[in-house]
């Protein structure tokens, strides 16, 4: 079971991949992004001692009876929508590219609940 360190690790790299398709690939941009606050959510959780199994739904179930912030939830599964809607709806980039400023703004939420939670076990 990946540990805190490990999803933190791969948060980062999913943030350094999203620098270099953020341009011109809007729904990578937006789908690295909800990659990275997976990371980060599971990060946190394993922080708590609380590890999620590997579908999306366990996760978000777990931060429900967890104590997650209920804001920073519904910002997650926006992002996690958003994510969804540009991976599966292929919509243009002209659609797309507002989607990308709205992913990184919900990250920022998320990264600012997050880090300050995990930062001193990292």
């Known amino acids: ?3 805190l360190h490990d ?3 791969q948060a980062k790299s999913n943030l350094q991949f999203m620098e270099t398709v953020s341009s011109q690939f809007p729904d ?3 789908t690295s992004r909800y ?3 997976v990371h980060l959510v599971r990060a946190c959780l394993a922080s708590r001692g609380a590890y999620a199994t590997n579908t999306h739904m366990d996760v978000r179930e777990l931060l429900e009876r967890t104590g997650f912030d209920r804001k920073v939830l519904l910002e997650y599964r ?4 958003l994510s969804r809607t540009a991976r599966y709806e292929c919509r243009p ?3 797309l590219q507002p989607n ?3 992913a990184q703004k919900l990250l920022e939420v998320l990264e600012a609940y997050i880090l300050p939670r995990i930062q001193a076990q990292l």
């Open 100 to 102: 990308v400023l709205e």
């Open 93 to 95: 980039f002209a659609v």
């Open 1 to 3: 079971m990946p540990s």
């Open 7 to 9: 999803h933190h690790t």
């Open 35 to 37: 990659y990275a606050a």
């Open 78 to 81: 926006i992002l996690e929508s």
């Open 28 to 30: 990578w941009a937006i």
